[in-house]
């Protein structure tokens, strides 16, 4: 998600950005949080970062239709 330098150690969860705190957010629904912080991103199987990534991906899709519906009212 992150397009920038690439982490290969520990999460640092004070200097996320607003992508990241979402897909660290989703992490820890699915119950993945502890080892992210842990071991970074790279600990996680394919399966678990494309449940991931299709969970930000559902989420942004339900803000933009909030932001849209807001917009309207």
Known sequence: MSKGKKSKGPLDREHMTPEDQLKFE???ELGLGDRVLKDGWKCLTSKESGRIGG???GRKRQMQKE??????E
């Open 55 to 57: 969970l930000i991906a």
């Open 67 to 72: 932001a849209i519906g807001a917009e309207n």
């Open 26 to 28: 989703i992490a820890e």
